[in-house]
């Protein structure tokens, strides 16, 4: 494997999160730093967060929009951010979002925290609930929090948690 930082050779998307762990104001504050200063195409920074932390108003009603399936691990995470963007070019928009949640994570694992992100939930509901403008489109929810004992989990999300981690070759990616 070619050398890569640790902190994104280490980086995963764990489910166990430790259900005592808090974000604190200064780690929060680091992570949306962190997604600020993302590349954006031509510095438009369609990018929005809502932060809710663990059992606030907020909290909740990005975890009821969540499919109930995930909302059994989530529920541990410390924070989950939801992750929307703005303007007239939707998928442009979008691609930034992706940079700015790439720069969280980075920064997360730079904390020792993990982030997990999700994309299947209601985005209209969710929207409805916070009160979002018409032009703010949610996109991804990030659960983040310190790692937890995976042997919490269901039999198998346990066995998918303490699996090896595996990527395709770099081969196959490649398209020519």
């Known amino acids: 494997m070619a050398d890569l930082t640790p902190l994104l050779a280490y980086r995963w998307s764990p489910r166990a999160f430790d259900p005592d762990a808090e974000l604190t104001p200064d780690q929060a504050a680091s992570l949306l730093e962190a997604a600020r200063w993302a590349p954006s195409a031509e510095n438009v920074q369609p990018w929005r967060f809502a932060l809710g932390h663990r059992d606030d108003e907020t909290w909740k009603l990005i975890l009821t929009s969540l499919p109930a399936s995930d909302q059994d691990w989530v529920r541990h995470a410390a924070t989950l951010v939801v992750g929307a963007h703005t303007g007239d070019d939707a998928e442009r928009a979008a691609y930034d979002l992706g940079q700015a949640i790439a720069h969280l994570t980075v920064q997360a694992t730079a904390l020792g925290l993990h982030v997990h992100q999700l994309t299947r939930f209601d985005r209209a509901g969710l929207a409805c609930e916070l009160d979002l403008p018409g032009v703010v489109?949610?996109?991804?929810?990030?659960?983040?929090?310190?790692?937890?004992?995976?042997?919490?989990?269901?039999?198998?999300?346990?066995?998918r948690e303490t699996g090896l981690r595996h990527r395709r070759p770099l081969a196959d990616l490649l398209l020519r």
């Open 137 to 159: 489109r949610p996109l991804v929810v990030a659960a983040v929090g310190r790692l937890g004992d995976p042997f919490t989990l269901p039999p198998e999300l346990c066995a």
